[in-house]
């Protein structure tokens, strides 16, 4: 408690030391800045007031960083002054933790325990082959040279995949990061990207935006902050003098304001924190499912391998008549046989065909405007039932204009020409749009570049029509209080100071402002009672204008005395209603052909929306979503019904209007609880809790906030529903693409794990060497991987039903075409390997055995093996005789032409065996293309160009190992009959 005070008070020596040293360097030498980067970071990191008021507060920051707390940094004066401040205080870039390299992927996989065993055992037989006379003459150190090359031949392809694939999702991951920003530069409000906020940018803040760079507040209108990602605070915080520090990497969930910016990039506290994380993701589902399959099957490999080495050794003991040093290398060729079979067996390729398939996905899902921000996703759309979509900018194309309004008891038809609206109405119509909205536009040329919220920009539109300026008349009035438009307050309000009175506008949803309102605005610019018809009049307006699918919104005023006490939204009340407008907002012309592709493929779409029910239901109808029996539901009812009621009338819901964002968490919670695969769309801010709810969460793109893109696992770029149909065909294209590579790679494991347990107990050795088996490993991973995982959607998958939660990976259908197919290709190995040493093209030596007086009388046995000489017969006891010596010497070479003559011919019979096998592999990757016994394996092979090479490299590549390297394969040339 004693040394406290003393460190505090070293702490302000240290803070007043740091700031008085920065000041008397100002910017440092070659910073066009009075405030170093140093400096500023230090303090950013601090994020004490006391430091920033001992710096003379932000006005004095701002003036150091050469801009203004108003207008921004001034581009116009000084172009180049955006490159010097990234040369001075760093790029709004986040540099993540360092990625793996090229060389590092390919070590990690030479780091598997099985390669490394085999590579061990590769040096072993290698040592050997040159160390003893007889293994050196019979050349048989190339087995352990040509295994390390084929090691790090199948490691150096396999850390490609790995490579590409990384290499894809740091793109993705950079693409994610890149948003749009709102900027006050020059006194312009502008957008720019996030990568090219600087220090000194006077950023704009408005709720549902990302905080793309720490900053000091400069104005604040209820501003609070999401910083759980930080600091792990479960509240938002509020904004203010005493808290003016905003992060980066924190999000807006209330309010709006402006902040200076003066930490970027790897300088923000978020920047700092994404440096030290490494992260390798977390495997998707099936990813899982594959890897549990894949241990599985690794199992049973090492079960056959084992029981391959054990008859192996025991034969090659039983012929040899016990253990022979000098012959040590065969049993180091039975260890590497078994270990390859282990190779083999292990299917590596499993988990790596999803990872491949997604990572192919997502990037030709991003030309179909679906930008992946969870792999899971692709996964689970292809199994979603039902889509809960919005109504605007989804269904409709978020084109909106105001084609219809009711002014002061006027009704007027403004598709064409600007109407003549009085001078009074004008002036609440002027200061009502400008002042509770808080989109702008962008003049380029003759284009207009909308910014915020689609229905404002339509209102501010038709000021444009009406030739109002709206930045003058917001630069005019003085805002005492604001309230911005939310999907749960559905309307936005704002108290704007007078001299003797304060004005309240207040613009939403047509009914819920109507409810507010005691009057309405008379043609002669008098509040009248809203009463009885007059009220009757204007709801059947509303019901009119909804009825032909426009949106309607009512604009309100009320004076209220000047009183700051009384908070804004508690004085929203007795207003005067002086205009309603209608919001024309036309359908996508593709929806209605996606939603009769939904329907199709299984899938219910239910619009849930915060429109009018009848507006909602013209939309729904032109679209195809209102069936016959369809139910249609508003929000006040659906908060009203019970669980049990609602779910009674689930399946038939296809419309939910004047829905709020909690009736949309709840109805998707509901579905999910019926066993149902759930999408939703969402933009806003308080739709995040039902898009973290479903099982894919579908934000917009263009309109959506970042709050919702944050809680989303898709964004749709394009906010279009037809791009959602796509991400369904590209879902269900990864499953069927993983259960392509699985019946093909099930099928080879099966009959090379068989052939080889086969031939090691029927004493016929090993039909496929090492070699030959790593190769055929290559063809069954990385390369089937490569072929089968990345073939395009086909549009008949949408003919298919969803994938079921508990669908399980291999159907009934695989479950026959393994079958048939393994049954198939062992079948015709076993007959080459049986059937074809009994033909007579093969003379296979016949395995007789004379004495050496037959053999040197009877030329019919020229070709049999002799009977070992008896030392103690020949030599009558004799320890030695010329006689006993010539016999052993004929022996040796009948030995040797025997073994010569059969090793040859069972060569040739391998041979066959190994490339009738690759090319069964080939014809079976065609077949594979198909798992739900389509008779058309062909169908769309030309236009999947990615299988058609990889074909063609296996068919080159096995053609070079034939005819060139049949010393390393242990292979000989085939004759034209046998290819």
Not at 126 to 148: C, F, H, P, S, T
Not at 396 to 422: C, K, Q
């Amino acid at each position: 408690n004693r040394l406290l005070p003393v460190l505090m008070g070293l702490e302000e020596v240290l803070d007043d030391v740091v700031l008085q040293v920065d000041s008397s360097v100002g910017g440092g030498p070659g910073i066009p800045f009075d405030i170093s980067s140093q400096k500023l970071d230090y303090i950013n990191a601090s994020k004490e007031t006391q430091l920033l008021e001992k710096e003379g507060g932000i006005q004095a920051i701002a003036r150091k960083l050469h801009t203004h707390l108003e207008g921004g940094i001034d581009t116009d004066a000084k172009p180049q002054t955006i490159l010097e401040r990234q040369q001075a205080y760093g790029q709004n870039e986040v540099g993540h933790a360092k990625v793996k390299g090229f060389l590092a992927i390919v070590g990690e996989q030479l780091a598997d325990p099985t390669v490394r065993l085999l590579m061990a055992a590769a040096v072993l037989s290698l040592v050997l082959g040159l160390a003893i006379a007889e293994e050196r003459r019979d050349k048989n150190y190339v087995d352990g040279i040509a295994i390390w090359i084929a090691v790090f031949a199948v490691s150096f392809i396999g850390a490609f995949n790995d490579y590409q694939k990384e290499k894809q999702f740091r793109e993705l991951n950079a693409t994610k990061e890149n948003t749009s920003v709102k900027v006050v530069r020059s006194g312009r409000k502008d957008l720019i990207s996030s990568t090219n906020v600087v220090c000194g940018d006077v950023l704009v803040l408005e709720m549902g935006d990302k905080i793309v760079a720490d900053g000091l507040l400069i104005a604040s209108d209820h501003l609070s902050v999401d910083e759980a990602a930080l600091t792990g605070e479960s509240e938002p915080v509020q904004k203010s003098k005493s808290d003016p520090f905003c992060r980066a990497g924190t999000q807006v969930t209330e309010g709006s304001g402006t902040i200076l910016v003066t930490g970027v990039g790897n300088k923000s506290e978020w920047g700092k924190t994404m440096g030290l994380i490494e992260s390798d993701g977390e495997d998707t589902p099936l990813q899982e499912k594959l890897r549990h399959l894949a241990s599985n099957i690794g199992k049973l490999g090492i079960a056959v391998a084992s029981i391959c080495f054990v008859t192996l050794t025991t034969h090659w003991l039983i012929e040899n008549g016990g253990f022979k040093p000098e012959r040590f290398n065969d049993v180091v060729r039975f260890f590497l046989f078994s270990v390859t079979i282990v190779v083999v067996a292990v299917p590596e390729g499993l988990p790596l065909a999803v990872t491949i398939s997604l990572a192919y996905s997502m990037k030709k899902m991003m030309k179909d405007n679906n930008f992946v921000r969870a792999l899971a996703a692709c996964e689970t759309m292809g199994g979603a039932t039902v889509i809960c979509s919005d109504k605007t900018g989804t269904i409709t194309e978020n084109r909106m204009s105001v084609v219809s309004a009711w002014m002061a008891g006027h009704t007027y038809d403004l598709m064409t020409i600007p109407a003549s609206f009085p001078s009074y109405v004008l002036e609440h119509l002027a200061k009502g749009i400008s002042l509770c909205t808080t989109a702008f536009l962008l003049f380029d040329g003759m284009d207009i570049q909308l910014v915020g919220s689609r229905t404002e920009c339509a209102l501010l539109l038709l000021l444009e029509k009406l030739r109002i300026n709206y930045e003058e008349v917001r630069a005019a009035s003085h805002v005492a209080e604001h309230l911005n438009f939310t999907s749960d307050r559905k309307f936005g309000s704002a108290r704007v100071s007078g001299q003797k009175a304060d004005i309240i506008y207040c613009i939403g949803a047509a009914e819920i402002v109507l409810c507010k309102c005691s009057a309405s605005l008379s043609s002669s610019d008098k509040a009248l009672p809203l009463e009885g018809a007059t009220r009757a009049e204007i709801e059947a307006r509303i019901t009119g204008m909804s009825k032909q699918g426009l949106r309607t919104l009512c604009l309100a005023f009320k004076e209220v005395p000047v009183n700051r006490c009384i908070q804004l939204e508690q004085q929203l009340s007795h207003m005067c209603i002086f205009g309603i407008v209608g919001i024309k907002d036309p359908i996508r012309p593709e929806v209605p052909r996606a939603v009769q592709d939904c329907n199709m493929a299984g899938i219910q779409v239910k619009m849930v929306t915060g429109d009018n029910v009848y507006t909602a239901c013209h939309i729904a109808k032109d679209c195809g979503i209102l069936q016959p029996d369809a139910k249609i539901v508003e929000g006040p009812t659906f908060r009203n019904m019970s669980d049990e009621e609602v779910l009674q009338i689930l399946p038939n819901l296809s419309v939910l209007a004047r829905s709020s964002p909690a009736d949309k968490h709840r109805l998707v919670k509901l579905l999910k609880a019926q066993g149902e695969v759930v999408a939703v769309t969402g933009d806003g801010t308080n739709d995040a809790p039902a898009l973290k709810e479903s099982d894919v969460g579908l934000a917009m793109g263009k309109c959506g906030t970042d709050v919702a893109k944050e809680a989303s696992d898709i964004i749709i770029l394009d906010d279009n529903f037809a791009s959602i149909v796509k991400a369904v065909l590209w879902g269900r294209s990864v499953f069927n693409n993983i259960r392509k590579f699985l019946q093909f790679q099930l099928t080879i494991n099966a009959v090379a794990l068989i052939l080889a347990f086969v031939g090691a107990v029927s004493k016929k050795g090993m039909p496929l060497t090492v070699l030959q088996l790593l190769w055929v490993n290559l063809i069954m991973d990385s390369l089937a991987a490569l072929a089968l995982a990345t073939e395009p959607p086909d549009n008949s998958l949408l003919q298919q039903k969803p994938n079921d939660r508990k669908k399980p990976l291999i159907s009934k259908r695989m479950w026959k075409h393994i079958l048939v197919q393994g049954t198939f290709q062992f079948t015709i190995l076993l007959m080459i390997l049986y059937a074809l040493p009994l033909l007579n093209n093969y003379n296979f030596p016949d395995d007789c055995r004379v004495d050496y007086e037959t053999w040197l009388t009877d030329n019919d046995v020229n070709f049999c093996r002799l009977n070992l000489p008896n030392l103690h017969e020949i030599c009558a006891g004799a320890s030695s005789c010329q006689a006993f010596e010539n016999q052993m010497n004929s022996f040796h070479a009948q030995e040797a032409l025997y073994n010569e003559s059969f090793e040859f011919r069972e060569k040739e019979v391998n041979s066959l065996i190994f490339n009738t096998f690759i090319f069964c592999q080939i014809f079976n990757a065609f077949n594979s293309r198909k798992v739900s016994d389509e008779l058309n394996v062909f169908q769309g092979v030309f236009t999947d160009k990615t299988f058609l090479y990889i074909i063609i490299v296996i068919l080159g590549v096995q053609i070079l190992i034939m005819q060139f390297l049949g010393d390393f394969f242990h292979l000989v040339d085939l004759t034209a009959l046998e290819w």
